[in-house]
C-alpha cells in the first residue's frame, strides 16, 4: 500500500471537496441534523478557496497517487495547550478506503510531520458522539487532557481535547 501525505495545492480543490463532502456525511449522518449536510455542501467549493500554492496547514492523503483524504495541522488555537504542540483538525478519508488501516498510516504520517516541525505533542478535538473517531485517537495513542467546549453544527455538540506526546 503507498499511502503518501502532501500540501494541497489549488489543483487539488474538486477533490477535497468531494473527500470531505463523502465522509463528513458517512461519519455524521448519525451525529449532525441532515440539514446541515445541505447547507455545508453547497458552501464546500468557497470554503477550499484559500488553498494556494503557499499553503502550509492543509494536507492531502494519496494512495497510488489519487486523493483519498484530507486533513490539516497547525499551530493550536488553544493558549493553554503551549508551543511545543500541533493542532490536528480531523482526517477525512474518502468512505470508499474505510477500514483498511489507512487511517492508522495517514495518522502515523501526521506525526512524522509534526515531529519534524520540532513539536513534541499533538491535539484534537472530538465530538463526545464520534465513536469512530475516539476509537482512532485512543487506538493512536491519544488521552483526554480534561478541557472541553461546545460547537453549534446545526445543534449543539459537546466536544472534549484528546492529547499525544510524540
Known amino acids: 500500500m503507498n499511502i503518501t501525505i502532501r500540501l494541497a495545492l489549488p489543483a487539488d480543490i474538486p477533490d477535497i471537496v468531494n473527500v470531505v463532502t463523502q465522509s ?7 451525529i449532525l441534523p441532515d440539514k446541515y449536510f445541505a447547507e ?7 470554503l477550499f478557496n484559500f ?13 497510488d497517487n ?26 477525512h478519508l474518502h468512505p470508499d478506503y474505510f477500514g483498511q488501516s489507512i487511517d492508522i498510516t ?7 510531520l509534526i515531529r519534524n516541525l520540532g513539536k513534541t505533542s499533538i491535539c484534537v478535538w472530538v ?8 476509537e482512532l485517537y485512543e487506538k493512536c495513542g491519544f488521552v483526554a487532557d480534561g478541557k472541553t467546549k461546545t460547537f453549534d453544527a446545526g445543534e449543539i455538540l459537546d466536544a472534549y481535547r484528546m492529547k499525544k506526546n510524540l
Do not use: R, S, W
Not at 455542501?41 to 468557497?46: D, L
Open 24 to 30: 463528513f456525511e458517512t461519519l455524521f449522518k448519525d
Open 40 to 46: 455545508t455542501n453547497a458552501k464546500y467549493p468557497a
Open 51 to 63: 488553498i494556494t500554492n503557499e499553503n502550509t496547514t492543509h494536507y492531502v492523503v494519496q494512495k
Open 66 to 91: 489519487i486523493i483519498i483524504g484530507v486533513t490539516c495541522i497547525m499551530p493550536p488555537q488553544d493558549e493553554d495547550i503551549g508551543d511545543n504542540c500541533y493542532e490536528f483538525h480531523g482526517l
Open 106 to 112: 495517514t495518522m502515523n504520517l501526521i506525526f512524522d
Open 127 to 134: 465530538y463526545d458522539k464520534n465513536i469512530h473517531f475516539i
